[in-house]
């Protein structure tokens, strides 16, 4: 059966899932998903998941709309619904099924999927393998996977050209959600399950401290070159001084020109 989660709007990183048949989502820590934030109230609202796998929201203190309407007591989401709670938007989302599964990456097999069933299965060229990948380069039993309750584990049959995980050549290894398995050439993603009741909180974040310029770290300036600055313009000369220079040099040359001449004169 899918699973359905909360998609955080203005996060695409961060969202809930909703794994249990009662989801409180509150600012107390007793709930299955906590948001710390003034906004949210102790136990602010409940997801509630049936047999058939329907999902309703349950107000229980605080406020919340679904696509822009109040909920009064309860409403029943489809996927797709946005949702206020608080100052927060999510989407009520659809995701991955949940059992284990082996993603193809090489090109020949690109995306398709192989379901691993609980217990052992053997992968190989073999037509007795159980996950049968026709290429010459797998030996005919190259690993065998074990699936129970405490996860999945990979053992290499003394294969020729090995078995990696993450790239690590393996004799035995357990493998987690995310990592990537090597067959040879032949890779694939591993794509766990999501763990129920697993808990997620959002913490306050520290006050914003707004730019100022006194708050700005100045390190040491240094000289730019002339083509990479503004240098000063030098004070620009009044017209009125180079006319008022040229009639008093005018007026000292006659003086001297009139006491040179009362002086050869007499």
Request: proline share 5%.
């Amino acid at each position: 059966m899918s699973l359905l989660k909360l998609q955080m709007k203005d996060r695409p990183s961060q969202s809930f899932w909703l794994g249990a048949t009662v989801n409180r989502l509150g600012s107390n820590d007793g709930n299955e998903i906590v948001i710390q934030h003034d906004s949210i109230k102790a136990t602010h609202v409940a997801f509630e998941i049936d047999e058939q796998g329907h999902c309703s929201v349950k107000n229980i203190e605080g406020n919340c709309k679904v696509n822009e309407l109040p909920v009064i007591t309860r409403k029943t989401l489809m996927v797709g619904d946005l949702l206020h709670i608080g100052s927060f938007l999510f989407e009520l989302q659809e995701g991955r099924e949940n059992n284990w599964s082996l993603v193809a990456d090489s090109s020949w097999l690109q995306g398709k999927r192989f379901y691993i069933k609980e217990g052992k299965q053997v992968i190989g060229r073999s037509k007795e393998a159980d996950i049968v990948l026709p290429g010459t380069h797998l030996s005919r039993r190259h690993a065998e996977i074990v699936l129970n309750k405490d996860g999945m584990m990979v053992t290499d049959l003394g294969s020729a050209n090995g078995t990696f995980v993450n790239e690590k050549r393996i004799t035995r290894s357990t493998v987690k959600d995310g990592d990537r398995l090597r067959f040879d050439i032949y890779t694939f993603t591993v794509d766990g399950p999501i763990k129920d009741g697993e808990q997620t909180q959002i913490r306050r974040h520290p006050p914003l401290t707004p730019v100022t310029d006194q708050n700005i770290m100045r390190g040491p300036r240094k000289p730019t070159s002339p083509g990479n600055r503004i240098e000063p313009e030098p004070p620009k000369e009044s017209p009125w001084f180079n006319w008022i220079t040229a009639a008093i040099f005018i007026g000292c040359m006659g003086f001297l020109s009139y006491l040179l001449y009362l002086f050869v004169g007499n």
